[in-house]
């Protein structure tokens, strides 16, 4: 009989985790923050500093640039970056082959798509014919940098790990200051996307070392993990954006200026959660994958891990509160001051549905999660479109914000309870495959 295709067993970053005592775990979490703490400081400097050189309605513009960007990544990179993060560090270089070849085909073609974009817009004399094509190659550094990125953290490189972290904010900041005397988005645009070329240039021989020396996955294997990040996890992470960023789009329509009012303090916002979310959601996945695999009860630590997190989600509202009240913060936030408490509080509650949703994708809960997505981007679309009807920003962006924090709320409930029936149902076997 033909022996059956070997299965990639999940493992995920840091895979020693699994066998060293709790210090080291703490240890590592330390180290992931402190990596995290120093690129988002640095670029939480930069975002305090656009305003000094950059109008509100070039960062209004440059906001839609990059929440394009974000929607496009997953469909160039499959989000097979995850992927490298879900198999042991010995699948890691088969895995990386696989996401490389996919991503250059996926560019390939949304490239030709962008290119007869940009051709009918500049047949129509539109000004930004260039920026479907733009928009790709942003898109394309950023899926290179994330593959960079996971492929440091697969392959235990905590140190180059943080310095890629670093080197891309401290370029943001450094291009954008320096390209600022040719002013406007186009200026913002192309530090972005530099930020994000220059590190996986200076550290692309990882990736052709991880990739030359990987065999290609057998047929059962590609299926496995194509199956699983094509649909699933990719229409997921562009639900997430578009549902994020949908009312951005919307208050274009009230003019670049308010847009670049509301982008400002949302990204705000965005850098203090991500700060502590995006190492959570590094470090839980390590936790939740060592416990399920272990028979432990998986529900009980997701629940005292969410409410852990309520104290930490109103301290991170309150510094900002009060940070709004400080004479010299409160120049720097003039402007954005009417739209901040509420963008705020609408970030700080997604801080607690991290432990349920990494529970959840452990769990291989995947489609309940991807449909919970369409259901909250159908409800803020409604929002935001109800909003357009009205005709007041300020109104809509407190609505947005207030009701984007009960639907957190419902879907962090969901999933909690989603992780308690499913727990203990998947067998130790099922867990050690993709």
Not at 325 to 330: G, I, K, M
Request: hydrophobic share 55%; charged share 10%; net charge positive.
């Amino acid at each position: 009989m033909p022996r059956p295709p070997e299965m990639l067993p999940v493992s995920g970053p840091l895979t020693a985790l699994r066998r060293v005592a709790p210090g080291a775990r703490g240890r590592t979490f330390a180290a992931l923050l402190g990596g995290q703490l120093s690129a988002q400081l640095l670029g939480f400097l930069g975002i305090l500093l656009i305003p000094s050189f950059y109008s509100a309605a070039a960062f209004g513009q440059f906001s839609l640039i990059m929440a394009s960007t974000f929607i496009l990544q997953p469909l160039i990179s499959v989000r097979l970056e995850t992927a490298l993060l879900d198999v042991t560090a010995g699948a890691t270089g088969s895995v990386l082959r696989l996401a490389l070849r996919r991503a250059a085909v996926h560019a390939a073609v949304l490239a030709a798509v962008a290119a007869v974009a940009a051709a009918a817009l500049a047949g129509l004399g539109r000004p930004e014919a260039p920026l479907p094509l733009w928009l790709v190659g942003t898109a394309g550094a950023y899926t290179l940098y994330q593959l960079l990125f996971s492929t440091l953290l697969a392959q235990e490189a905590g140190g180059w790990v943080a310095v890629t972290r670093v080197t891309q904010a401290a370029l943001f900041l450094t291009l954008m200051v320096s390209l600022s005397r040719v002013g406007g988005a186009s200026a913002l645009a192309l530090a972005y996307l530099l930020s994000f070329a220059l590190p996986v240039l200076l550290l692309g021989g990882r990736l052709r070392a991880v990739w030359r020396a990987a065999p290609d996955l057998t047929d059962e294997q590609r299926r496995q993990v194509l199956g699983r990040y094509v649909w699933h996890a990719t229409p997921q992470s562009v639900l997430s954006f578009v549902s994020q960023y949908v009312l951005s789009f919307v208050l274009a329509r009230f003019g670049l200026t308010v847009l670049g009012q509301f982008a400002y303090a949302q990204r705000l916002a965005s850098t203090a959660q991500s700060t502590l979310g995006e190492t959570l959601r590094q470090f839980n996945a390590m936790r939740y994958r060592r416990i399920t695999q272990e028979g432990g009860a998986l529900h009980r630590v997701v629940v005292r891990d969410t409410l852990k997190l309520v104290p930490v989600a109103a301290a991170v509202l309150a510094l900002f509160l009060i940070a709004q009240r400080l004479p010299l913060v409160a120049q720097v936030f003039r402007g954005q001051d009417q739209y901040l408490p509420a963008v705020v509080l609408w970030y700080a509650s997604m801080l607690l549905n991290i432990p349920a949703n990494v529970a959840a994708t452990v769990l291989g809960q995947q489609r309940q999660i991807l449909i919970c997505e369409v259901f909250i981007l159908l409800t803020r679309g409604g929002v935001a479109g109800a909003g357009l009807w009205v005709g007041h920003a300020d109104l809509l962006v407190i609505a947005f914000c207030v009701i984007s924090v009960g639907i957190n709320a419902v879907f962090t409930g969901y999933l909690l309870l989603l992780v308690r029936r499913v727990d203990g149902r998947v067998s130790p076997a099922t867990k050690e495959t993709i």
